[in-house]
Every structure is written in C-alpha cells, then in structure tokens.
C-alpha cells in the first residue's frame, strides 16, 4: 500500500509517503506561525520526487492533535481534501502517539505538546513487544502536576517533544533520578509514524474515518469559550 502521513498539529509540520514498509519520502517544516499553506506544495514536491501519482495512493493518515487548533483543522481539512476527491479511506492518528512511537524502549514514554497558559498536552505510552499501548491518555497538564503524578509512579519516563527545550529544566530538577529525554529528531513528529500508526489501525479496523474524524483538542477553542459566555447554545 501506498500510504500518505500528514500531521501539522505542532510547530513542525511533516509529510511522508509509504510504498508497502518502506519510507520512499518523509519532510519536516517549520509551518507556525501561518505556515500551513506551505503543505500542498511539500505534498506536491513529495509526489513528483517519487514519481507516484495521486490516484496511486491507496490510504491517507492525519494526525488529529491535540496542538495548535488551526494546525490541526489545516492538516485534517487538506487530508480529507485528497481523501474525498480521490476516493480514499482516510484514518485520524493521535499525534502524542505518533511523537511517542519515535522513541522504542521499556521505559514509559512522555509526549509533549504545547498547550496554552503554561501547560502542555502529554500522554503515558509504553512498547509491549511492537505494540505501542496508551496507559494514560491525552490531557492536559500543569508541568508541576505532570512531574508530581509521575514522581509518584517511581518509574523512569522518557520526554518526547519540541517543548523540552522549555520544559527540560523543570522535570530535571522535579525527576533527577527518573526523567531522560529525546535528542534531535526524536523530538519531532514524523510522517512516516503518522502513516505506519494509520495503516495498523486500517489493517485491524479497514474503518473509513474520512466523515467521522476529528480534531482532538481536549478544551474548547476560544471562539466556542466567546460562544459560551454569550449565553449561545452549545
């Protein structure tokens, strides 16, 4: 199968194709702020270099968030976009699972995304076999609240994510002996992980998520928060 991955929910964008297991593109691109619109024309450049037409893939896989709301609503309206004019199944893939499948190891597995007001959006993943497998599932945290739920489980985690750079030196100090964190890329999104993630959920559910799958952000946006205190119906 060929399989397209797209995710734009965190500061770096990225884009990759599949032909069957192997990676035959992958790009990463800085698209915040305003840089989405760079999407098509990766995809299109992404296409040419490999020489695969469009009608020649055969699924597309999006990262759904949680991150930036409009990144996600310009990943996933770009990917049901293809899927839709191409006649395609589509599958939505939490991005803190695809940032979390960079990093294989026995340890538990923290991603990270930035939230708002000094909080970040993270999940508690661990690999049993090859099998990624949520033990906490995305929400959003305080990184004080984070570094105390996780000192109380005494295990050591592993910190994915573009935000260490501001967060590192607070769960250091919090977890001395527990917290590890991911270098270079480790801390990117990658599209290949977007696409390999999407096609196991394919392959086990063969479900067509292209008019059920939705942007996860885990709080409301702040025009639904404007709504709300207008006294508007939900």
């Not at 191409?86 to 939230?115: D, F, H, I, M, Y």
């Not at 392959?203 to 292209?210: A, I, P, T, V």
Request: hydrophobic fraction near 45%.
């Amino acid at each position: 199968m060929r399989v397209l991955g797209i995710d734009t929910a965190t500061r770096t964008g990225a884009l990759a194709l599949l032909d069957g297991e192997r990676v035959v593109w992958s790009e990463q691109a800085v698209i915040r702020p305003g840089g989405s619109e760079q999407l098509p024309a990766v995809l299109a450049e992404a296409l040419r270099a490999t020489a695969v037409s469009p009608e020649e893939l055969t699924l597309i896989a999006v990262g759904v968030g949680p991150g930036s709301y409009t990144g996600v609503r310009v990943g996933l309206a770009i990917a049901k976009g293809l899927a839709f004019g191409l006649n395609l199944p589509l599958v939505g893939v939490p991005t803190l699972e695809a940032l979390a499948a960079n990093r294989q190891t026995g340890q538990l597995v923290c991603p990270l995304v930035k939230s708002r007001k000094g909080e970040v959006y993270a999940a508690l993943y661990r690999w049993q076999g090859a099998q990624l497998v949520a033990i906490d599932p995305p929400g959003i945290w305080g990184l004080e609240e984070l570094a105390a739920r996780l000192k109380a489980r005494g295990e050591k985690v592993v910190f994915l994510g573009e935000e260490l750079d501001e967060a590192r030196g607070l769960l250091a100090d919090r977890l001395p002996e527990q917290a590890c964190f991911g270098e270079g890329k480790e801390n990117l999104v990658d599209g290949a992980a977007i696409a390999r993630l999407g096609l196991a959920e394919w392959e086990k559910n063969k479900e067509n998520q292209l008019y059920t799958a939705l942007p996860l952000y885990l709080r409301r946006t702040e025009a639904e928060v404007r709504w709300a205190e207008r006294g508007c119906p939900g």
